[in-house]
């Protein structure tokens, strides 16, 4: 069954500091990796697409990395901000992606 | 604008009653696609279309159904044998499958009162 799990559930961090989440899948077959942003109540947000033979891509403060190896993704939020305050989710994709369940992101000032 | 548009943002039903959900897309996407998001889990399938006039069940299809038409819709009609309706629903699109990004609309919160 292809699954994807996040890493941590939930987080807590101060404005301007970085902060690393991580993305574990088990799908195939695998094409690519997404990471989304998702605030409350709104639609998810595109930041990174990644293919297999991609290790990382940046997106402004985002940067997503990708071992097709071990099956890992991560996503580094750099320099915090408040409005980073959301979801973040990560997807596996195939023709049908598979969604992990987020790690809810707060910011505090 | 390109974009996804989902309608109503916010829909209250009455148990027994059927509800539609609108999704229209002007990126010319080929595929489309109906989640379910519920607090706590990840975003299940509820059905996918690849071409106009075709669909298919995703992993929680019973007690809704879709119809393709067009290209540019893909209603979902939340039935009264959906014993759980009380959820975020989202659509989603993508050039076809398996390539591309996948967009996502605004979302619609339906309540069953």
């Known amino acids: 069954k292809n699954q994807v799990e996040q890493s941590p559930q939930s987080l807590i961090i101060l404005e301007g500091k970085n902060c690393t989440l991580q993305?574990?899948?088990?799908?195939?077959?695998?094409?690519?990796l997404r990471w989304y942003k998702q605030d409350t109540g709104r639609g998810p947000v595109s930041l990174t697409i990644?293919?297999?033979?991609?290790n990382t891509k940046s997106n402004g403060r985002y940067t997503a990395t990708l071992d097709a190896d071990t099956k890992q993704s991560s996503l580094h939020i750099t320099a915090s901000q408040l409005s980073d305050s959301a979801s973040y989710i990560c997807?596996?994709?195939?023709?049908?992606?598979?969604f992990g369940r987020g790690t809810s992101l707060i910011v505090h000032p | 604008d390109g974009g996804i548009t989902q309608s109503p943002k916010y829909l209250f039903r009455k148990e027994g009653q059927n509800v539609t959900l609108s999704c229209e897309q002007n990126?010319?996407?080929?595929?489309m696609y109906w989640y379910r998001q519920d607090p706590g889990q990840g975003l299940r399938l509820i059905y996918y279309?690849?071409?106009?006039?075709?669909?298919q069940k995703g992993d929680i299809a019973e007690g809704y159904s879709v119809s393709r038409e067009k290209k540019e819709s893909f209603p979902l009609t939340v039935t009264s044998a959906q014993k759980n309706p009380t959820a975020f629903y989202l659509c989603?699109?993508?050039?076809?499958?398996?390539?591309?990004?996948?967009?996502f609309g605004e979302g619609s919160r339906l309540t069953v009162l």
């Open positions: 997807v596996a994709g195939s023709y049908i992606p598979t």
């Open positions: 993305c574990n899948y088990t799908v195939s077959p695998f094409s690519n």
């Open positions: 990644m293919t297999f033979s991609e």
């Open positions: 990126l010319n996407h080929d595929a």
């Open positions: 279309s690849q071409i106009v006039n075709d669909f």
């Open positions: 989603a699109s993508i050039p076809s499958l398996n390539t591309g990004e996948l967009f």
